[in-house]
């Protein structure tokens, strides 16, 4: 139900777009928080992961959003990660999706995740 996703480079480079669509959106016609969430923990997880050679396997342990503003259906997100640590046993990630407005880019979200490394891919 997220997709489709779109990708633009690798590893902390990293970029996941998305056309947000009805089915993204909450009863006021918002895209939903949740939504918002679930992009920001999949960009920051696969550009941790990807970022080393074997992809280092890690899962979710805390995840914090803070809603700066909102997106509705039509509105291109995109989700990038800025910054990150991998340690061998904890690593940790920040990022920011960001909504296309005119030719400017809008902050909607900022979301940073730490991760528990469970091995390699």
């Known amino acids: 139900m997220i997709g489709p996703l779109y990708t633009r480079g690798k590893g902390r480079d990293l970029v996941l777009g998305l056309r947000a669509e009805e089915k993204h959106c909450n009863s006021r016609g918002a895209v939903h928080g949740g939504m918002l969430a679930t992009l920001a923990d999949i960009t920051i997880g ?3 992961a990807f970022s080393t050679e074997p992809p ?3 899962v ?5 959003l803070d809603f700066l503003s909102s997106a509705q259906s ?13 340690g061998a046993r904890v690593a940790f990630g920040n990022c920011y999706i960001r909504r296309q407005v005119g030719d ?18």
Do not use: P
Request: aromatic share 10%.
């Open 46 to 48: 696969y550009s941790l």
């Open 60 to 64: 979710t342990a805390n995840l914090t």
């Open 56 to 58: 280092t396997a890690a």
């Open 74 to 86: 039509g509105d291109w997100l995109e989700a990038a990660v800025e910054f990150h640590k991998l």
């Open 104 to 121: 400017q880019q809008e902050r909607i979200v900022r979301a940073s995740a730490v991760f528990l490394v469970t091995g390699t891919l």
